[in-house]
T-cell receptor, first 109, second 116 residues
Framework: DAKTTQPPSMDCAEGRAANLPCNHSTISGNEYVYWYRQIHSQGPQYIIHGLKNNETNEMASLIITEDRKSSTLILPHATLRDTAVYYCIVRVVDYKLSFGAGTTVTVRA | GAVVSQHPSRVICKSGTSVKIECRSLDFQATTMFWYRQFPKQSLMLMATSNEGSKATYEQGVEKDKFLINHASLTLSTLTVTSAHPEDSSFYIC????????????FGNGTRLTVT
């Protein structure tokens, strides 16, 4: 699996958009970008994933650069309940999911 | 949909005893399930991949005789920590996918194991 690089932590204000960057410069053509988050003492929660097109669902948007070497997860209106560790992972189809250190996001009132 | 349930959520056991953790896919069939371990303030580390009807594949450094995995049906995988020691105290999490391919893995809520 390609390695990803994420900032260790970031703060954002409640009600504002949170933009979480991820670098995956060695990503292969058959690797998808997945985002998960883990709230303290719970199992990871799936957020979104994509291959090369931008994706949006009820939780977030995923913007993947044209060269696929980086991506941004956007939480449109952050709430206090979005405080969590966010993991950006690249994964080959049907292969295991390997977690890095992630970004600790703290949403402040 | 795609709910993964783990039981128990917390367990405390004495050193030297064995503990079994169950992972169930409630509304889908899971050919493959994954077991992770997470120590405090660390990320999730994959322990093993469990395939229904066959032997599990363990990651390097994970003792297969200590962490017994059984995936007897398409909805149930179990992890047994044998002869538990305090250093086995950790957060154990399972995951599964309902469709394979690029479908996301769904995770259980984890089991907090404390060995005294």
């Amino acid at each position: 699996d390609a390695k990803t690089t994420q900032p260790p932590s970031m703060d954002c204000a409640e009600g504002r958009a949170a933009n979480l960057p991820c670098n995956h410069s060695t990503i292969s053509g058959n690797e998808y970008v997945y985002w998960y988050r883990q709230i303290h003492s719970q199992g990871p929660q799936y957020i979104i994933h994509g291959l090369k097109n931008n994706e949006t669902n009820e939780m977030a948007s995923l913007i993947i650069t044209e060269d696929r070497k980086s991506s941004t997860l956007i939480l449109p209106h952050a709430t206090l309940r979005d405080t969590a560790v966010y993991y950006c992972i690249v994964r080959v189809v049907d292969y295991k999911l390997s977690f890095g250190a992630g970004t600790t996001v703290t949403v402040r009132a | 949909g795609a709910v993964v349930s783990q039981h128990p959520s917390r367990v405390i056991c004495k050193s030297g005893t064995s503990v079994k953790i169950e992972c169930r896919s409630l509304d889908f069939q899971a050919t493959t399930m994954f077991w992770y371990r997470q120590f405090p303030k660390q990320s999730l580390m994959l322990m093993a991949t469990s395939n229904e009807g066959s032997k599990a594949t363990y990651e390097q450094g994970v003792e297969k005789d200590k962490f017994l995995i059984n995936h007897a049906s398409l909805t149930l995988s179990t992890l047994t920590v044998t002869s538990a020691h305090p250093e086995d105290s950790s957060f154990y999490i399972c995951s599964a996918t309902d469709r394979g391919g690029n479908s996301p893995l769904h995770f259980g809520n984890g089991t907090r194991l404390t060995v005294t």
